[in-house]
């Protein structure tokens, strides 16, 4: 007993010091155990998507309209919020934004999107505005409890999806009137025309490219902007996708996104030839990617979860058929696979918390990887529930279809591939 006394003693002497720096500061220690904050907003998602969003998913998804009442519901419960949102960035390990998304879209992805699409605007706004933007614009994105409201972002164009640079869409000052005009046509923009508050991103001087592009916002009701056509989709079908149409669209000078005095700044140091520090859609793409990431890897954990318990019950031949190999190892590599992609997701959101520049494109590499898995178990889990995995009476047919534009959008598996070749390699891969 004194022996293993001592031996405990010697091994948390040398844990202190390995946890020690040389000059005697605590270095935090690593641990990928959840911290009970994180447990707990875990758990409040889980319930959350366990009891309101599944059980609603099947019906939204063949209304193909936007759940409003689902998302009052999340509203009323404080998760459709900024507050929330806030709370869920705060956490200075980074993982509560994607443990939480993890969790929603576990329930269901189109709902999942319907609540959480509104981030993306936020994001650019928490990213690119001043602090009066923030505080004047972030809360019209969610409206009340009683009377919610979407934020819509807005970068893609008929000619311009992955090739960000070929945004058409101008806005040109008016200097007079202290007004910036909006002109042009957006694609594919989640919430798209229902939103109270878009971000639009737009060209201030299209010779320049993408570093002559500035982030605007619309404030609700501008004349000038209208919703264009709402497009049916494979999947994702309670999430509203539309065209936005920006016609001689008129906005106070004070709804650039930063300012003008920055945005002229920036543009200056451009035409000298120098570096600019960043480019108005590339910076929301990239903070969001670990995020979309984990929203893949709900839907992913959804129909691998599914796949297992109707492997355990079904029986074919005189036996589960989870008993037979091919379908064990193939539910075995789909949990290797959805862990290893967690990893990736929880190092890329950890890196961007904490301020690491994504040296190999860790941001994309977490959303590539998580994206090809959701694809990919889904299709395992039909192919494990048989003719019934393919009908709409089992959810992972919903499931597949809802997974497969997380190898599309955010920047398709192709560009996140060329994103990582180009950091690892230093060359301009085409
Ligand atoms: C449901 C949904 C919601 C969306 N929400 C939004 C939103 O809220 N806001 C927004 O701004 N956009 C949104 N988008 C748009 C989305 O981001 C784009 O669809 C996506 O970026 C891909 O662009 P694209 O569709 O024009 O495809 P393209 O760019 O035309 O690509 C077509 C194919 O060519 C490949 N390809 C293109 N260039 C290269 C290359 N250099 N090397 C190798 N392969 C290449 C692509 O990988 C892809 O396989 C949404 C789209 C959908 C479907």
């Not at 709370?87 to 709902?111: H, M, R």
């Not at 000298?272 to 960043?278: L, T």
Request: hydrophobic share 40%.
């Amino acid at each position: 007993m004194a022996d293993s006394s001592v031996a405990d003693v010697d091994a948390q002497a040398l844990l202190d010091e390995a946890n020690s720096t040389s000059n005697g500061s605590a270095e935090p220690k690593f641990s990928l155990e959840l911290s009970q904050d994180q447990k707990d907003i875990r758990d409040w998602v889980h319930g959350f998507a366990e009891g309101v969003v599944r059980p609603a998913a099947a019906e939204w998804d063949e209304r193909e309209e936007t759940p409003w009442p689902v998302i009052e519901e999340a509203a009323k419960i404080g998760l459709y919020s900024f507050e929330a949102v806030g709370q869920f960035w705060a956490d200075e390990t980074g993982l509560t934004l994607p443990i939480a998304n993890e969790e929603l879209f576990w329930g269901d992805a189109g709902i999942g999107m319907a609540i959480m699409g509104t981030t993306l605007a936020v994001a650019a706004i928490f990213g690119q505005g001043t602090p009066e933007q923030m505080g004047e614009w972030i809360p019209q994105c969610y409206g009340t409890p009683d009377d919610v409201k979407l934020g819509a972002f807005c970068a893609s164009e008929p000619d311009a999806g992955s090739d960000v640079s070929g945004i058409r869409t101008s806005a040109k000052y008016d200097e007079a009137k202290d007004e910036w005009v909006l002109n042009g046509q957006k694609a594919w923009a989640t919430n798209g025309g229902i939103a109270n508050v878009h971000v639009i991103i737009a060209s201030v001087d299209r010779e320049l490219g993408s570093r002559g592009h500035a982030a605007f916002i619309i404030p609700p009701n501008t004349k000038g902007c209208e919703q264009g056509a709402k497009v049916k989709k494979h999947g994702l079908r309670a999430s509203h996708t539309a065209d936005v149409h920006l016609d001689d669209c008129r906005v106070p000078g004070s709804c650039l996104l930063g300012g003008k005095e920055k945005l002229d700044e920036r543009l200056a140091r451009v035409r000298e030839g120098k570096k600019a520090k960043s480019q108005a859609a590339m910076q929301t793409f990239e903070a969001s990617r670990p995020t979309v990431g984990a929203q893949a890897l709900g839907i992913a954990r959804a129909a691998y979860e599914y796949a297992l318990d109707y492997a355990k019950e079904r029986e074919q031949f005189g036996k589960k058929i989870v008993e037979n190999q091919s379908i064990a190892f193939d539910l075995a590599n789909m949990k290797l696979e959805i862990d290893a992609a967690r990893l990736l997701v929880w190092r890329a959101a950890w890196m961007g918390r904490n301020g690491h520049k994504f040296e190999n494109a860790e941001g994309s590499m977490s959303k590539l990887k998580a994206g090809e898995v959701a694809v990919w178990v889904t299709e395992r889990a039909i192919q494990i529930l048989g003719g019934n995995g393919y009908t709409r009476e089992f959810p992972v047919e919903r499931m597949h279809r809802d997974s497969k534009i997380y190898t599309i959008f955010e920047g398709t598996s192709e560009i996140q591939q060329l994103v990582i070749s180009r950091a690892i390699s230093g060359f301009h891969i085409k």
